[in-house]
């Protein structure tokens, strides 16, 4: 073996025979074993992965740690029998709290409907009852009208049943009400309330000379005068009807039963 410096290049002398052409740095293959310190070019330089040089053997990689005695075992054998004991009663803990705590809202949920419902429902009564009774208010408003209206006309009945003269107030009112300019004044009434009239107002029939006309249509405590001007209604009917419009209570003067008497009468 010949022995030879580092990174020196011996000097081979040319092949024999044939034309002898200039000697040149790169004229042969350089065997193998005279390169020494330098890797082969490969593509991975450019991606940063270093490699040996070649006749340098690359460094064996690390043994790997060996496991522990036991750690296969444990790891191929899974969770203990108490932790899935305790895995599931955690399961079943978080189920109950979450079971319980949905549980609560819809109990209140339903606790909120219900009390809209009955609130409605209060509130549909007690506007239903106020309807009620404020009908009831104006029913027993217009029935207390009405009976007082009654009483009204009864007492006027009484008053004149038990004060005839009255009429002579009534007649002399309604002459009074007649203009000074009218003429030929007629004075109508009951034939029974004539004579009272006659007598208790002689000065004012003298003084507007108006003629006394006895008419049987005409109900006592009324009477109507007559001129060329018009006419004056003081009948008690008419005088009645007035009255018991004030009150907005359509009450006749005479009662049906009263008037079919009347009518079956005649």
């Given at each position: 073996m010949t022995s030879s410096k580092p990174n020196t290049l011996r000097q081979v002398p040319p092949p024999q025979g044939g034309t002898q052409r200039p000697a040149s740095t790169y004229a042969r293959f350089i065997p193998r074993e005279e390169l020494e310190g330098f890797a082969a070019w490969t593509p991975d330089v450019f991606a940063g992965v270093e490699r040996a040089p070649l006749g340098v053997s690359a460094p064996a990689p690390a043994p790997e740690p060996e496991p522990l005695p036991g750690d296969e075992s444990m790891a191929d054998a899974g969770p203990s029998d108490e932790e899935w004991e305790a895995r599931?009663?955690?399961?079943?803990?978080?189920?109950?709290?979450?079971?319980?705590?949905?549980?609560?809202?819809?109990?209140?949920?339903?606790?909120?409907?219900?009390?809209?419902q009955v609130s409605a429902q209060v509130a549909q009564v007690a506007e239903s009852f106020q309807d009620g009774l404020s009908a009831l208010e104006a029913r027993l408003a217009q029935t207390l009208v009405e009976t007082a209206v009654t009483l009204a006309r009864q007492v006027v009945r009484s008053e004149l049943q038990q004060r005839p003269e009255a009429v002579v107030q009534v007649a002399q009112e309604a002459m009074a009400a007649v203009v000074l300019s009218a003429r030929h004044l007629r004075l109508r009434l009951n034939p029974e309330d004539a004579a009272l009239v006659a007598e208790g107002a002689a000065d004012a029939l003298k003084a507007r000379e108006v003629q006394l006309v006895p008419d049987a249509d005409i109900q006592r405590g009324g009477c109507r005068v007559e001129s060329d001007l018009g006419q004056v209604d003081a009948s008690i009917e008419t005088r009645w009807a007035h009255a018991a419009a004030v009150f907005d209570v359509p009450l006749a003067w005479a009662e049906p039963e009263e008037e079919l008497h009347e009518e079956g009468g005649v």
């Open positions: 599931i009663h955690e399961a079943r803990q978080q189920g109950w709290h979450d079971g319980y705590r949905d549980g609560l809202e819809a109990l209140e949920a339903a606790k909120r409907q219900f009390a809209q």
